[in-house]
């Protein structure tokens, strides 16, 4: 898997929306971007993924550039909770390849 | 969804001595991956074990330091090798979904070598 970018850190409020960025210069047609996050002291979970189209499920939104070189995950009303290390991972779209990650942004939310 | 446990949750070993981690799946799984983080660190890929064959190991990981087990579709071992502090890591097991477009991750195992 190709390498993403994304910022070291970012901070935020509690109940206030985080966008989280990430560039893909490199991503080519088949590529999927993926987001994963890592909560302290736990292994990492699933957040989104989409190919071109924004998607949106109940933890985030993922909005796509339209020529796909970045995207942008969207927390909507950031807690507590959502303080974690964030992952974009630039994915191929084999089935069941392993996920290959970068070093991810850290998120932290003040209240 | 499939939950993943992994055995022990940590562990602190001698120098010199291996430790055998066990990952637990609570369905049957064809591939298996095992990660390591190192203090600070993003996750690594060490290897991607398949039932029935050997497993396939990243660069910069081998068989010897790394041994693993795939007896089962539900089960798999990793045993670090004659460890050394630069191994203390939190190891994670890892299985893609049913489709494979998305993977769980077990909590890791939390390893000290002193």
């Known amino acids: 898997d190709a390498k993403t970018t994304q910022p070291n850190s970012m901070e935020s409020n509690e109940e206030e929306p985080v966008h989280l960025p990430c560039n893909h210069s490199?991503?080519?047609?088949?590529?999927?971007i993926h987001w994963y996050r890592q909560l302290p002291s736990q292994g990492p979970e699933y957040v989104i993924h989409g190919l071109t189209s924004n998607v949106n499920n109940r933890m985030a939104s993922l909005a796509i550039a339209e020529d796909r070189k970045s995207s942008t995950l969207i927390l909507h009303r950031a807690t507590l909770r959502d303080a974690a290390v964030y992952y974009c991972i630039q994915r191929k779209g084999q089935a069941g390849t392993a996920l290959i990650f970068g070093k991810g942004t850290t998120l932290s939310v003040s209240s | 969804s499939a939950v993943i446990s992994q055995k022990p949750s940590r562990d602190i070993c001698q120098r010199g001595t291996s430790l055998t981690i066990q990952c637990q799946v609570d369905s049957q799984v064809t591939m298996m991956f095992w990660y390591r983080q190192q203090p600070g660190q993003s996750l690594t890929l060490i290897a991607t074990a398949n039932q029935g064959s050997e497993a396939t190991y990243e660069s910069g990981f081998v068989i010897d330091k790394f041994p693993i087990s795939r007896p089962n579709l539900t089960f798999s071992t990793l045993t670090v090798s004659n460890m050394s502090p630069e191994d203390s890591s939190i190891y994670l097991c890892?299985?893609?979904?049913?489709?494979?477009?998305?993977?769980?991750f077990g909590p890791g195992t939390r390893l000290t070598v002193l």
């Open positions: 490199t991503i080519s047609g088949t590529d999927y």
């Open positions: 890892s299985v893609p979904t049913g489709g494979g477009d998305t993977q769980y």
